[in-house]
């Protein structure tokens, strides 16, 4: 269960979904029991037959912003920009904002040379290893470009420009119906199936639902290259958890009430900030916990979550929730049944 070779799978690549659903909560369910692995095909809609009075929902509430930027060198050449640390106080060096980008380029960029933004500037301050350093005025005129020239940070395998469909949008359809929070540059998939209807009909039944923030960082694609997985570096990112969600997690542990994930950033988010009884405390800090096979989960009883990539670090982790056996069996009924997977796809409730 160690080895980068056992979360590895053949998926037809028409399964890889490169639309949203018409409507969110129309896309399927697959719903795996983690205690037999038995499987029921569903709607996204019918998850609220699964929910129980007293349940506590925990969503992620980061909102993606369009951190994708096209930009000209000196010489005319196109240069393309993905904005990583928007949501951070970014180090400032002589009244400037030092901006972390992965930039695209026809030949790399040289450190003190211009990009150009239309009328707007970025300087290359200089280079972290693949990532480049881009000095803007302010984070205020980083901002203004962002929202108004930037585009949605589509994932690599969506073969398409964003916003390219005139039946939507990305930067309404690539997004939950509940993010507020600016600073992510992927989505917390799991979250893009649910709507205003399904919350009201889950608080009528007496769930209740509670926010954590975690910005989601372009670490989520990082392919895992160690063979032996204990030896993958995890990404780090941003988190968030208020004294108020912090106190409905706890009273729902006193309860014995079942916490529900929304995502894998969920998970993570209360796993790491969890003490070894489950309970967490208010704080803002950086999660960089990696959960495989082995980890025993102190905080989430049941998750809802999308269909991920093979070797992935978001597939180790619902190895480890559901069982290695019971997760690979339940993705190979999803192939059978022609299951949308990764961002825009269909969802799974593992309870």
């Known amino acids: 269960m160690y080895l980068l070779s056992d979360y590895d799978y053949n998926l037809p690549e028409n399964l890889i ?55 000209k060198k000196e010489t005319g ?14 180090p400032f060096e002589n009244d400037k904002f030092l901006s972390r980008c992965l930039i695209k380029s026809s030949k790399r960029l040289k450190e003190n040379s211009y990009i150009f933004f239309g009328d707007k500037k970025g300087k290359i301050a200089g280079f972290d290893k693949n990532i480049c350093l881009v000095e803007f005025d302010s984070k205020e005129e980083l901002r203004k470009l962002i929202f ?64 954590i923030t975690l910005h989601v960082g372009y670490g989520t694609f990082v392919p895992v290259r160690a063979s032996d997985i204990r030896e993958h570096n995890m990404h780090s990112e941003s988190f968030v958890i208020s004294k108020e969600t912090a106190e409905k997690i706890n009273e729902a542990k006193k309860k014995k009430s079942r916490i529900i994930a929304v995502g894998t950033t969920s998970v993570r988010t209360l796993e790491f900030a969890a003490d070894k009884d489950g309970y967490v405390k208010p704080m803002k800090s950086d999660c960089d916990l990696f959960i495989y096979p082995g980890y025993e989960f102190k905080v989430v009883d049941a998750m809802i979550t999308n269909f991920h990539l093979p070797k992935s670090t978001l597939l180790m982790l619902v190895s480890a929730f559901a069982g290695i056996d019971a ?25």
């Not at 019918?46 to 930009?71: C, H, M, Q, W």
């Not at 339940?330 to 799974?348: C, H, I, P, Q, W």
């Open 17 to 71: 979904a490169q639309l949203p659903v018409k409507k969110r909560d129309n896309s399927k369910l697959l719903c795996l029991n983690k205690k037999d692995g038995s499987i029921l095909n569903k709607n996204f809609f019918e998850l609220e037959s699964f929910l129980e009075k007293g349940d506590l929902l925990i969503i992620n509430d980061t909102e993606v912003i369009p951190a994708r930027l096209y930009a």
């Open 77 to 90: 050449g196109k240069v393309e920009l993905l904005v990583l640390n928007f949501h951070e106080d970014a």
């Open 148 to 211: 108004s020239k930037g585009k949605v940070p589509l994932p690599p395998y969506i073969k398409r420009d964003a916003d390219n469909e005139k039946s939507f949008s990305d930067k309404q359809s690539y997004q939950t119906i509940y993010a507020s929070q600016k600073g992510a540059i992927a989505a917390p998939t799991a979250g893009l199936h649910f709507t205003k209807e399904f919350f009201d009909k889950i608080k009528a039944k007496g769930i209740d639902i509670a926010k």
């Open 327 to 351: 997760i690979f069996s339940a993705y190979k009924e999803a192939v059978t049944l022609n299951y949308r997977f990764f961002s825009y796809g269909d969802a799974m409730f593992i309870g």
